[in-house]
């Protein structure tokens, strides 16, 4: 028996070890996410009578507060959107921009918002040039615009809005006088950005108590934050762009070198628009048109559909090969056309048309990279971060998307009011002749987007993800990963993400040598070969594939479902 026992240990040992360090080694290549291993998903959260998924627990918990106390879908986003302004502050807050879409289910249609801000009005193209300045930078006065947050919220209330302002900002002005525990991701960006933003006056006053960046599991506390929203809360948006706080502003920007003035604040206001949509697959995808890039998704999707992508499979060569070509096509019609309409005739109809789609689609080799792409030229019939999204009783659905843009912002944080001004500015280009030139009084390039599916005329879902140029490529990977995989839709989150970089840029960067593929852990290794010898120049990092959250109705048992990814620190919740 012992020699039988030996005989076997000798033969199969070898067997056992190469077995052990294969997995060691998967093991290790999947898990090299911020937080996470390299595809681990669970169960959606499914509940009756409403459901809210943020990036932050206890902004999610405070929307389903604000649902049981009566309010609805709008008053619960609003709601979580300042507690993440509070709790989140490296991807959010009142000095930022904000985009929505809301299923309104009294009238059973979707209205869109676009409040984002303007560029000051005293300072012009030629001052850049004076200054020999090529490019506008991401921090400091230079690339501060109005921020349109505040300003948002109050649009949304007074259209669909059902509690009083002061109780919906109620839980964000508690939490900001009483302390909050910093969760892990936010820990980790907070520090990364402090190491930037110290040198700004009042940044690290208010942001780093005891001079460094709170660490995960630390209270911090905001009692400046809390007496703005409460002047908020009581004086309604005058508060902020006639009252005090403008005052404020404008005399610690001019202060500090900057151009954003109390009269720019004064005049700013939001527009309502029209979403846009295309159908892929029987499913109507809806996006905001420009000044943000919401249509980059839908006309990847609609080169994509001339594919049959469930035959290719998640994760293969064929589909990475083609998702990848398909950015690199919209992202140079990005460059070029999408930018504030006020100032330019863009051609969104024949941008998301399935025609325009077709002719793009002819230019891609199904098995070769390439190193550029024109952009298109339809014809003219005389565009760090949260993400929210909440449903109600009723039926209402709000999905919401807000930030500062450069994680925490442009660091210039105003004096005693407990936030930092936007630095969306730096998203013009200062190349004279395009539809993104700067000017004064002009919305820049923004890419922050908010998206919803309907089927049938009816809502679907609700979702987002978040994270700078990756938001088009990670709605377009949700819908494929849900319509073409078949993944439910907290795997759909969940699933390992492809991030391709280096395309053209509103800004006036241009590609020429086929840009950087960004693969997340949990793609084979024989797939990632495939891809370079295609001509895909590869790499492996551990962020910026965004942070997804969702909300799906399910019309048949009358639930919603909600997710929320592993990649952030959120949750999803229902009752």
């Given amino acids: 028996m012992n020699k039988m026992r ?26 090299d996410r911020i937080t996470g291993a390299g595809f681990a998903t ?62 309104d289910a009294d009238t059973a249609k ?73 969760t892990e991701l936010i820990a980790y960006y907070w520090k990364r950005n402090a190491e930037i933003l110290k040198k700004y006056p009042n940044y690290a006053g208010i942001f780093m108590p005891g001079g460094k960046a709170p660490a995960k599991g630390e209270i ?21 762009y006639k009252g005090q706080i403008a005052k404020v502003i404008a005399k610690y920007m001019k202060k500090n ?25 029987g499913y109507d995808v809806w996006e905001l048109p420009p000044n943000g890039q919401g249509i980059a998704a839908l006309q990847m999707l609609n080169i994509l559909e001339g594919y049959d992508l469930r035959s290719k499979g998640f994760g293969s060569f064929e589909y ?59 014809a003219f019939e005389h565009g760090d971060t949260i993400y929210l999204t909440v449903a109600d009783k009723a039926g209402n659905m709000v999905s919401l998307i807000q930030s500062n843009y450069r994680g925490m912002g442009s660091g210039m944080t105003p004096d005693g009011l407990g936030f930092i001004l936007q630095d969306r500015g730096e998203l013009f280009t200062l190349e004279r002749g395009h539809f993104n030139t700067y000017a004064p009084g002009k919305r820049p390039f923004h890419t922050i987007i908010p998206a919803f599916v309907t089927k049938q005329g009816k809502p679907f879902m609700s979702f987002g993800v978040m994270g700078g140029s990756m938001q ?8 494929v990963n849900m319509i073409d995989f078949d993944m439910n839709l907290q795997a759909a989150g969940d699933a390992p993400r492809m991030r391709h970089g280096g395309s053209s840029q509103p800004t006036g960067q241009k590609m020429t040598d086929g840009g950087i593929l960004y693969l997340e852990s949990g793609f084979s290794q024989e797939v990632i070969d495939k891809l370079k010898k295609s001509g895909h120049a590869i790499k492996k990092t551990i962020g910026g594939y965004g942070g997804y959250q969702a909300i799906m109705y399910d019309a048949v048992n009358k639930v919603y479902y909600g997710a929320s990814e592993s990649r952030k620190d959120g949750c999803a919740m229902g009752y």
């Avoid at 509690?163 to 939490?175: R, S």
């Avoid at 088009?472 to 819908?479: L, M, R, S």
């Fill in 320 to 378: 990475l090969h083609l998702l990848t070509e398909s950015k690199k096509l919209a992202f140079e019609d990005r460059a070029k056309f999408y930018a504030d309409p006020d100032f330019n005739k863009i051609p969104v109809k024949q941008l998301i048309s399935k025609d325009y789609a077709k002719k793009r689609r002819a230019l891609i080799d199904e098995n070769k990279v390439a190193k550029s792409y024109p952009a298109g030229n339809p």
């Fill in 42 to 103: 669970r169960s959606e959260v499914i509940a009756q009578n409403g459901m809210a998924a943020t990036s932050h627990p206890l902004a999610t918990q405070v929307a389903i507060d604000i649902l049981k106390q009566g309010g609805n879908a709008v008053d619960a986003a609003i709601a979580a959107n300042a507690m993440l302004g509070l709790v989140e502050p490296v991807g959010s807050g009142i000095g930022g921009d904000l985009f929505a879409i809301v299923w």
């Fill in 220 to 240: 911090f506390r905001n009692p400046y934050l809390a007496n703005t929203l409460e002047s908020i809360a009581g004086g309604g948006r005058d508060a902020f």
């Fill in 472 to 479: 088009p490529q990670g709605h377009v990977q949700i819908i």
């Fill in 257 to 281: 070198g900057g151009f954003l003035t109390y009269s720019d604040l004064a005049e700013h206001t939001s527009k309502w628009v029209e979403p846009v949509s295309t159908n892929y697959r």
């Fill in 6 to 31: 030996l005989s076997f240990i000798r033969e199969y040992l070898p067997v056992f070890l190469i077995l052990s360090l294969a997995l060691l080694t998967e093991f290790c290549l999947a898990a």
């Fill in 110 to 182: 979707l209205y869109g918002l676009n409040a984002s801000g303007k560029s000051p009005k005293s300072l012009t193209l030629e001052y850049f040039e004076r200054n020999n300045i090529t490019r506008i930078p991401p921090l400091g006065p230079l690339p501060v615009s109005v921020p349109g947050c505040v300003d948002g919220w109050f649009q949304l209330h007074g259209r669909f809005g059902k509690l009083p302002m002061k109780k919906v900002l109620a839980p964000a002005i508690g939490y900001g006088r009483d302390g909050f525990a910093v």
